[in-house]
C-alpha cells in the first residue's frame, strides 16, 4: 500500500459507486438466480485452488454485478500491492516493517521475491526446529532425570496459539505419535492446572511462544510452570531441559532462562496470527512430524502461486474477498457465520475470528483519514450439525440478513465401520442448509406443504406465517478434497490472502492492531500487572 502515490477512499471510485448502484436496484432472489441455472453464472462463480473449491453460486449476485466486483478489483489496484507484499516493501507501514508470511512457505527459490538473505535465513530456522520436532518425537529430548519426553505444553495467546491449536486437534489424530502436545492460553490458574495435574513433571516440556518475550499472561503462565517444575523437585538450575522459547527475541528469553540452543527465532515481520509457519507451529511439526510440517507449508505455497498467477476472475481468495465486500458494503450484512462440517475443524472458527477481525476491524484508512465504510464484519460460528441445533433458527427467520461460509470435506474418512452413514449424513445437512438459506420457502408454498401434510384451512393459515422463510442468503460453499497437512495449508493461505485483498477494497492496513495495545498497557499499569516478574 506504501507504492500508491494517492489514496483514494473506496467509496469514490467509479467500480464501487457503479456497485451501490447495481445494489440499490431490484435484484432476483436466490430462488430465481439458482431455478435458472445460467451455465455461464453458473461457471463464473466456480473456483478451484491447490485442493480446494469455492462454489459461490449461493451468492446474492449476478453477472453484473460479479463483473463490476472484479472491476472494483482492478481499479484498486489489488495485485501490485499483492507484489509488493512479495517484494518485502513495508506493507505494515504503522510499524515500518514487511509482512513477509509467504516467505515462510515459499521453499527454496532460485530468485526470491523476498531476497536470498531472508530465504536462507528462513530455511536455516525451518531446518533447526523440525530438527527440534523430530528430536522430540523420537524420545531423544529428555528431562532432567534422563526420562524422555511425553508431554509437550505449549504457552502463548493470540497468534502463539489459535493457529497451532486449531492444526494440532485437525491433523494430529491422523498420525498419532509418542508425544501429546497440550495447549494453555488462558492466564486464568484453572486452565494451566487443569492441564498439568495429570502429567508428570519428569516428562514435560514447555514451549513459551512470544514474539515480543514480553506477552503478560503467556510469562504469568510460564513463572507457575516453573514453580510447578520446582514443587515436583525439579530445581530452577535443573530445568532447562524442561523449556523451549519461540520468540523474535531470543536475548529476553535466555535471560529468562532458556538456553540458546534451545530457542527458537522468528522475525518482526512476521505478524502473529500469520506465524503458523514460523517456529511458531512447533507443536504442530511435534504433533504431525517433519514431513506433515512440510506437506501443510506446501500448501500453503501453492495458494501464493496460485494468487500471484491466477487471471483474475479465477482467483480464489480475490473472489472471497469480492464477494465479502458485497456482502458487508452493499447488501449490509453485519456478520459473517462461518459453519463449519468436520469436527476436526472445531478450532477454525476462533483461529479465523483472529485472521480477520484483529487484522480489518480498523476505522481508519491508510492515509489517517476516517474510514467513510463498513469494515471487516464480526467473524462468528462453530461447528455446522451443533450449530443447527442452536443459531440457525436465527439464520433462517432472524431479523438480520447474515453471510454465511460452510467449510466442507470432500473425502471424510472413515473411521468407524459406519463411518461412510456419518459422512453422508455430514455432507446432506451441508448441501441441505445452503440450499434452505438461498431458497427459503415462500407463503404459497408453505401452505401447499402444510396442506400436504393435511392441515385444514385455518390451520394453515394460522400456520404459514410461522414456517415461511425468507431465504435470499447468501453463503460460499468451500470445500477441502481431503483434511490432511497440504489441504489445511491451502485453506489457511487462502484466508490470509482474502484478508489482504480486503484491506486493499477497504484501504486499511491489515498487519497492525493498536487497538490490542491500550488494553494491555493499562493492566500492565494496575497493581501487580507485572506479577510475572516475581
Not at 469514490?12 to 457503479?18: G, I
Not at 467449510?407 to 456419518?422: K, M, N, R, T
Request: charged share 20%; hydrophobic share 45%.
Amino acid at each position: 500500500m506504501s507504492h500508491t502515490p494517492v489514496f483514494i477512499p473506496p467509496q469514490r471510485r467509479r467500480a464501487w459507486q457503479s456497485l451501490q448502484a447495481l445494489a440499490d436496484q431490484p435484484r432476483p432472489h436466490l430462488r430465481t438466480l439458482l431455478a435458472a441455472a445460467d451455465p455461464e453464472r453458473t461457471a463464473a462463480l466456480q473456483f478451484h485452488a491447490a485442493g480446494l473449491t469455492l462454489d459461490a453460486t449461493r451468492q446474492a449476485i449476478t453477472l453484473p454485478i460479479w463483473h463490476t466486483l472484479l472491476a472494483l478489483a482492478q481499479e484498486s489496484d489489488v495485485q501490485a500491492h499483492i507484489e509488493a507484499m512479495w517484494r518485502g516493501e513495508p506493507v505494515n507501514a504503522t510499524e515500518g516493517r514487511a509482512a513477509l508470511h509467504v516467505a515462510l512457505r515459499g521453499g527454496p527459490l532460485a530468485d526470491p521475491p523476498w531476497g536470498q538473505t531472508i530465504q536462507s535465513e528462513v530455511r536455516a530456522e525451518l531446518a533447526r526446529f523440525l530438527d527440534t520436532a523430530e528430536r522430540i518425537r523420537d524420545g531423544q529430548w529428555r528431562g532432567s532425570d534422563g526420562q524422555p519426553v511425553r508431554h509437550v505444553v505449549n504457552l502463548g495467546i493470540g497468534g502463539s496459539d489459535l493457529g497451532p491449536r486449531m492444526a494440532v486437534r485437525a491433523l494430529a489424530p491422523e498420525r498419532p505419535g509418542p508425544v501429546r502436545v497440550h495447549f494453555v492460553s488462558n492466564v486464568d490458574a484453572h486452565a494451566l492446572h487443569d492441564v498439568l495435574q495429570p502429567l508428570d513433571p519428569r516428562q514435560t516440556l514447555f514451549i513459551v511462544q512470544s514474539k515480543t518475550f514480553t506477552t503478560q499472561e503467556t510469562l504469568t503462565l510460564a513463572a507457575s510452570a516453573r514453580r510447578w517444575l520446582a514443587d515436583a523437585g525439579i530445581a530452577e538450575a535443573a530445568q532447562q531441559p524442561h523449556w523451549i522459547a519461540v520468540t523474535a527475541h531470543p536475548e529476553r528469553a535466555q535471560a529468562w532462562g532458556v538456553p540458546a540452543a534451545q530457542i527458537h527465532r522468528f522475525w518482526d515481520w512476521v505478524g502473529g496470527r500469520y506465524s503458523l509457519w514460523s517456529a511458531i507451529g512447533l507443536p504442530l511439526a511435534i504433533a504431525i512430524g517433519r514431513t506433515g510440517f512440510e506437506q501443510l507449508l506446501a500448501g500453503g505455497h501453492a495458494v501464493d502461486e496460485h494468487v500471484r498467477h491466477a487471471p483474475r476472475a479465477r482467483n480464489l481468495p480475490l473472489a472471497l474477498a469480492l464477494l465479502g465486500v458485497w456482502n458487508r458494503n452493499f447488501l449490509r450484512c453485519p456478520t459473517l457465520a462461518v459453519a463449519v462440517y468436520s469436527a476436526r475443524l472445531d478450532g477454525w472458527v476462533p483461529f479465523q475470528q483472529q485472521l480477520e477481525m484483529e487484522s480489518n476491524g480498523k476505522s481508519v484508512h491508510v492515509d489517517g483519514s476516517a474510514v467513510a465504510v463498513d469494515t471487516c464484519p464480526i467473524v462468528w460460528g462453530g461447528l455446522g450439525n451443533d450449530g443447527q441445533h442452536a443459531y440457525f433458527q436465527l439464520l433462517h427467520q432472524g431479523t438480520h440478513r447474515i453471510a454465511v461460509d460452510f467449510i466442507g470435506v470432500q473425502d471424510l474418512g472413515e473411521p468407524l465401520p459406519l463411518g461412510s452413514a456419518h459422512a453422508r449424513v455430514v455432507r446432506n445437512n451441508l448441501l441441505a442448509q445452503a440450499q434452505a438459506l438461498a431458497e427459503g420457502r415462500d407463503e404459497a408454498a408453505t401452505a401447499a406443504a402444510l396442506r400436504a401434510e393435511g392441515l385444514d384451512d385455518a390451520s394453515v393459515a394460522r400456520l404459514t406465517p410461522h414456517r415461511t422463510y425468507r431465504g435470499d442468503v447468501p453463503s460460499n460453499l468451500i470445500w477441502l478434497s481431503r483434511l490432511d497437512p497440504y489441504h489445511l495449508g491451502a485453506l489457511i493461505a487462502a484466508h490470509e490472502h482474502k484478508v489482504f485483498y480486503q484491506a486493499v477494497l477497504w484501504g486499511i492496513h491489515p498487519f497492525d492492531q493498536w487497538g490490542v495495545e491500550l488494553g494491555k498497557t493499562l493492566a500492565q499499569q494496575r497493581p501487580g500487572g507485572d506479577a510475572h516478574r516475581h
